[in-house]
């Protein structure tokens, strides 16, 4: 979104004799190109072949008695009109009412061409693949697939009234596969991965969907050797120690992870286990310029040799812990998560009993004690290291002692950023 116009907007508004004293916009406009594909068929009337545009601006105003607002400008709104009836709404946050000044901002590898051209209607690159994947999953005899393509391209543009002026643009490609209705997989980065790794991404999801497609005998109910995919990596472990160092439930006191342990830098997990992100490595999904209140993209330790460091901090709850505002997460394949030293997937598999694919309940789990049961729906059971058929079940325990036990290792998984995480943990077959 042009802000000239939003600005002047800015500058003109009065309600009831108040007027905006500090400001933040931050505008973008886009391109995407998506298609879906339901039960093998691609563009059909449930998953359309769609090229949309947007355009929009995030605000933060604050008034001239203080009072704070924030919201989100479409292109067809006037703004004007908007920030009189956002006024309305205008709320009093001492530690919300600041914006950030001039910075020096890296550049970053975020654009790529023939990702814009994809998002512009450029279907070849996405039609040969659509091809593979129809050849791999009739080689396999699968009964149906479905999943998706999508290509986006965006230009956005932060300012403030302190000053700050910053422009970037960037792409963004993605795809998933799920075969059979179950086994699932993708990919998601500034860029399209090399034909190479598309193919071997590709068949090793074909030969998981295979490995699942036979059960295996049930498991004696017990403690076992379970190996969590990646996937479950993020979607619970990394999770949740992320919304525990988040800065908002530090400071309301609703993490494990307490201020005074920022501080003191207490050790809170294994002695050799971290957690940091780097949002400036070339064409990752996670990488970015700037993030979303204005602070410059860099390296960011959250935890260091178990120790905590620093929680994830923008500039409302930086000022209320008196720390200084951190660089985001953004996407998963920039954060740094674990161990220096991995054990080989291979080598994993032959200390596992069940690696687990998928799970279920991770949004009802309690996150400050940490103690978790999820319903496993996709497991694999192994023997003398190969997968023996599936399993389902349900796995139980306390992250918080899973992360701080000797027992734990971290494992490389192929085509995975995130490493796999095998420890001794509850397995209850069903």
Request: glycine fraction near 8%; hydrophobic fraction near 40%; charged fraction near 25%.
């Amino acid at each position: 979104m042009k802000l000239e116009p939003v600005l002047k907007a800015i500058q003109a508004v009065r309600v009831d004799g108040v007027t905006i004293d500090r400001w933040q916009l931050h505008g973008t406009e886009s391109r995407r190109l998506s298609l879906g594909i339901k039960d093998r068929e691609a563009g059909n009337a449930h998953a359309p072949l769609s090229l949309a545009e947007g355009s929009s601006a995030r605000y933060l105003l604050v008034w001239s008695d203080g009072l704070v607002c924030r919201g989100t400008l479409e292109r067809h709104q006037d703004p004007r009109v908007a920030f009189e009836e956002a006024r309305a709404s205008a709320y009093e946050d001492e530690d919300a009412a600041h914006v950030l000044g001039p910075a020096e901002f890296p550049d970053v590898k975020i654009y790529d061409e023939d990702t814009a051209a994809i998002a512009g209607g450029c279907t070849d690159r996405i039609a040969e693949r659509l091809q593979w994947i129809r050849e791999a999953i009739n080689a396999a005899g699968s009964r149906t697939w479905s999943g998706s393509f999508s290509a986006s391209a965006s230009d956005s543009r932060m300012l403030t009234s302190a000053g700050l002026d910053v422009a970037s643009r960037g792409t963004s490609f993605g795809w998933f596969v799920t075969v059979d209705g179950e086994t699932g997989d993708g990919f998601s980065a500034r860029q399209p991965e090399d034909d190479d790794e598309f193919k071997a991404r590709l068949a090793y999801l074909m030969q998981t969907a295979r490995q699942v497609a036979k059960d295996a005998a049930p498991l004696p109910a017990g403690t076992h050797s379970v190996l969590l995919h990646p996937r479950v990596v993020e979607n619970y472990v990394l999770s949740t120690l992320m919304q525990n160092l988040d800065g908002s439930a530090v400071a309301h006191d609703e993490s494990a992870f307490d201020r005074s342990g920022f501080r003191s830098g207490r050790a809170s997990l294994r002695k050799d286990v971290g957690l940091s992100i780097d949002p400036l490595q070339p064409y990752k999904g996670g990488s970015y310029r700037f993030t979303g209140f204005g602070l410059p993209a860099a390296p960011c330790t959250y935890i260091e040799d178990g120790r905590l460091v620093q929680p994830i901090l923008n500039v409302k709850y930086a000022r209320r812990l008196d720390l200084k505002p951190t660089p985001v997460p953004f996407g998963n394949d920039t954060v740094r998560f674990g161990t220096s030293s991995r054990l080989r997937y291979e080598d994993a598999l032959a200390q596992s009993d069940v690696l687990v694919l998928s799970v279920l309940g991770v949004h009802t789990q309690d996150r400050i004690s940490g103690d978790f049961s999820l319903s496993a729906p996709l497991a694999l059971a192994i023997s003398a290291g190969t997968p023996a058929g599936r399993l389902r079940g349900t796995i139980s325990g306390n992250l918080w002692e899973t992360l701080r036990s000797d027992d734990l290792q971290f494992v490389d998984v192929p085509h995975e950023t995130t490493p796999g995480m095998l420890f001794p943990c509850r397995f209850d077959s069903k």
